[in-house]
Each structure stands twice: as structure tokens, then as C-alpha cells.
Nanobody
Framework: QVQLGESGGGLVQAGGSLRLSCAAS????????IGWFRQAPGKEREFVAA????????YYADSVKGRFIISRDNANDTGYLQMNDLRPGDSAVYYC????????????????WGQGTLVTVSS
């Protein structure tokens, strides 16, 4: 069974950057798309970004387009989310997930999820 572990969250000032990592264990995810979602307190979980299995295709929510960059390293079964120009509205628990089929935009498509990492952006 694939397990995912996120890291790299923390407290950062507005305008700063963080890089989240999503490491897979228990199996390879090189043929899976990797997605990042986030959930702020009192809000529903929302799509942030996704990347296809080869890395050739990337997808971003409008709210992060131009600021966040998703990438992956299939040799190490790891996904990344580089977050730049962070804003207080980006504060949330960030989750990575992997999917084998279905739309990358919807969380129901994803097969495995990590436990999440907290990102807090201060103003």
C-alpha cells in the first residue's frame, strides 16, 4: 500500500517562499499523477495543483497560478510544490495525493493521501 508523507510546511511572512515535499513509500507512484490540495480552517478542501505522471502536464488553481510551481522526481518517488509570494490567504493544511485515473481537479479521483503539512503565512 502506498503511503505519502508531506514535509516542508511552517510559518513564513507574506511574500516569502516555502517548498513542500511529498515522499511516497510502500510502492512507486511514477505512473500516478500527483496532486496538491489545501484546507483552511472552516473551509472545504480545495485543489491547488497537479502534475501528470511524466511531468509534462501541470495544472494550477487560478489562485496560485504564477506563484506556485509543481514538480516531481520519479526516480525518488517524490513530488514538490514550490510556493512563492505567499499570502495570508494561502494559510492552510496542504495535502498531497496520487491518482491513477480520473480528473486531476477533483479529490474523489485520488487514491492515496498524505496526512498534511501546515502552512501559516503571517501578514
Amino acid at each position: 500500500q502506498v503511503q505519502l508523507g508531506e514535509s516542508g510546511g511552517g510559518l513564513v511572512q507574506a511574500g516569502g517562499s516555502l517548498r513542500l515535499s511529498c515522499a511516497a513509500s510502500g510502492g512507486t507512484v511514477s505512473s500516478f499523477a500527483i496532486g496538491w490540495f489545501r484546507q483552511a480552517p472552516g473551509k472545504e478542501r480545495e485543489f491547488v495543483a497537479a502534475i501528470g505522471w511524466s511531468g509534462a502536464s501541470t495544472y494550477y488553481a487560478d489562485s496560485v497560478k504564477g506563484r506556485f510551481i509543481i514538480s516531481r522526481d520519479n526516480a525518488n518517488d517524490t513530488g514538490y510544490l514550490q510556493m512563492n509570494d505567499l499570502r495570508p490567504g494561502d494559510s492552510a493544511v496542504y495535502y498531497c495525493a496520487v491518482r491513477s485515473k480520473g480528473s486531476v481537479w477533483y479529490e474523489d479521483s485520488y487514491d492515496y493521501w498524505g496526512q498534511g503539512t501546515l502552512v501559516t503565512v503571517s501578514s
